[in-house]
């Protein structure tokens, strides 16, 4: 099985920028396809975006389509959420999750996913 990290999550103004890294260990990266999530306060938890094993496909949810851009580094077990033109309704806990590679890659209900890391926190001020 793999273990997930995430690292990067901090306070930040409206309009800025942040980037969040999902470091993987215990398995190599490319053996799953991966997602982020986000879950703010009092709701639950809402699929941000996906990223095929290979990166040859990526996805997104409307609400960060533009603003949002997921890549990875299979070299480096590492797989990354580019936020920019952040929103204060940006502000939650932020996790990466890992969807073996066999199954399919497409893949926006958190239910679907095997593992999980313990999140980091992004927080928007206006």
């Known amino acids: 099985q793999v273990q997930l990290v995430e690292s990067g999550g901090r306070l930040v103004q409206a309009g800025g920028s942040l980037r969040l890294s999902c470091a993987a260990s215990g398995r190599t990266a490319s053996s799953y396809n991966m997602g982020w999530f986000r879950q703010g306060p009092g709701k639950e938890r809402e699929f941000v975006g996906g990223i095929s094993w290979s990166a040859d496909t990526i996805y997104y949810a409307d609400s960060v389509k533009g603003r949002f851009t997921i890549s990875r580094d299979n070299a480096e077990n590492t797989v990354y959420l580019q936020m920019n033109s952040l929103k204060p309704e940006d502000t939650a806990v932020y996790f990466c999750?890992?969807?073996?590679?066999?199954?399919?890659?497409?893949?926006?209900?958190?239910?679907?996913?095997?593992?999980w890391g313990q999140g980091t926190q992004v927080t928007v001020s206006s």
């Open positions: 999750a890992a969807r073996e590679r066999f199954r399919p890659w497409y893949a926006r209900d958190p239910n679907l996913y095997d593992y």
